[in-house]
């Protein structure tokens, strides 16, 4: 069955404490891998779009990877404003396509 | 560029109601979906309409429907609602569709009682 999984659940950093976050899908013809950002009581916002393996894409502290089978959000020293959900979402295989979000990381930076 | 807006952004309902959200997409994006967050289920896809057209649909009931009219612009109703229909509804909006990067609106909270 395709799905997204994301990985860990919560994740506590100290400022500057480099971490990554993992997305792992299971879809076949992948069509897109998106990450997005969202703060409490708003929207998701978009972050990044990676379309086939090897693909890297980086904004400011974030880089995001893809592989077969993965993604990766990297965060380089990261800073309390980074605090936030990360979702991470694919559209799934078909003629009745839809778009599957993963649960979330939930990222808490702590200066 | 104006981003997406949702209407109303907070909503109590009794259940058996039935509701109707609205949402206005970025200026030139033809395709709207809409999106309903549980804490224990997270973010679920319930439909995209692209051009007037539903073309993909999520594994909601048939309480769940939208339309979309020829300004791009969406809504969607919840018909007998039920508890555990309380959620943020969030609409987004996309140039092509949801292969492509889409705009999130900031949501409808709606309570069911």
């Known amino acids: 069955e395709d799905q997204v999984t994301q990985s860990p659940e919560a994740l506590r950093l100290q400022e500057g404490e480099s971490s990554s976050l993992n997305c792992s899908y299971t879809?076949?013809?992948?069509?897109?891998l998106f990450w997005y950002r969202q703060d409490p009581g708003k929207g998701p916002e978009f972050l990044f779009t990676?379309?086939?393996a090897g693909e890297e894409k980086e904004k400011e502290r974030l880089k995001a990877t893809l592989t077969k089978k993965e993604s990766f959000l990297h965060i380089t020293a990261p800073k309390p404003e980074d605090s936030a959900t990360y979702l991470c979402?694919?559209?799934?295989?078909?003629?009745?396509?839809?778009?599957?979000f993963g649960k979330g990381i939930t990222l808490s930076v702590r200066p | 560029k104006a981003g997406v807006t949702q209407t109303p952004r907070y909503l109590i309902k009794t259940r058996g109601q039935q509701v109707t959200l609205s949402c206005s997409p970025i200026?030139?994006?033809?395709?709207v979906s809409w999106y309903q967050q549980t804490p224990g289920q997270g973010l679920q896809f319930l439909f995209e309409?692209?051009?007037?057209?539903?073309?993909n649909k999520g594994n909601f009931p048939g309480r769940f429907s939208g339309r979309q009219f020829s300004n791009s612009r969406s809504e969607m109703n919840v018909s007998t609602l039920e508890l555990g229909d309380s959620a943020l509804y969030l609409c987004?909006?996309?140039?092509?569709?949801?292969?492509?990067?889409?705009?999130f609106g900031p949501g409808t909270r709606l309570t069911v009682t």
């Open positions: 200026s030139g994006h033809r395709s």
């Open positions: 879809v076949s013809g992948l069509r897109g």
């Open positions: 309409y692209f051009s007037e057209t539903q073309r």
């Open positions: 979402a694919a559209p799934l295989a078909g003629a009745n396509s839809k778009l599957t």
């Open positions: 987004a909006s996309s140039l092509e569709g949801i292969t492509y990067e889409q705009y």
């Open positions: 990676l379309y086939s």
